[in-house]
């Protein structure tokens, strides 16, 4: 099985915009965290697979729109593997970010990222996650920042703020080089139509 080769080293406007994801992250922390940084990778999962699909018959076709086929963060991240525009590894780290949302959203109690049942969870995407180019670069950007008034930034919630700002800052770089797919033929009434004479 041959692997995709990456396109490029990282460049200066992902590196900025992860900086700048990390940062706005640091205002986070517990239930909001989570919350926070999963909404910001369904968004960007929304934008690419936005990049591959023919523009809707208006603004508000509502393709994804709660309850609507694409509503979902599930739903997304199952077509955006179907079609190819996330590899395995891609696919079971944001399985893992919904299901971690969903345990913070329906929990009625303090919960955490350090507790071991989410960190066990993590774990191995924070392993694979960390050979991203910036992941060292953006850990000693957090590393550095001073106390905010929630106090220093554990561990746990640095690991999940580097996952978040490497899967929203590589899903938004896919989508920029990425153009709508375009079948080769489609069906009409009068039979199998190549694209050119349908258009």
Do not use: C
Not at 21 to 31: D, H
């Amino acid at each position: 099985m041959t692997h995709p080769e990456p396109t490029s080293s990282p460049d200066l406007a992902a590196a900025q915009a992860a900086r700048t994801i990390a940062l706005q992250m640091l205002e986070e922390r517990g239930r909001g965290a989570v919350l926070v940084g999963v909404a910001r990778v369904d968004a960007a999962l929304e934008h690419l697979l936005q990049a591959v699909m023919a523009p809707g018959p208006s603004k508000a076709d509502g393709l994804f729109l709660p309850e609507r086929p694409l509503g979902s963060l599930g739903a997304k991240v199952a077509l955006a593997r179907r079609l190819g525009l996330i590899d395995a590894q891609v696919e079971r780290a944001l399985s893992a970010l919904r299901k971690l949302r969903n345990a913070f959203a329906h929990s009625t109690e303090s919960a955490s990222l350090s507790d071991p049942v989410h960190s066990a969870r993590l774990a191995e995407i924070y392993t694979a996650a960390s050979i991203n180019p910036l992941w060292a670069p953006l850990e000693s950007v957090l590393t550095a920042q001073p106390p905010s008034a929630h106090g220093p930034l554990e561990p746990a919630l640095r690991d999940y703020i580097l996952l978040i700002t490497i899967l929203v800052a590589f899903l938004e770089a896919t989508a920029q080089q990425l153009k709508p797919y375009r079948a080769p033929v489609v069906m009409g009434f009068s039979g199998v139509l190549r694209v050119e004479a349908a258009s």
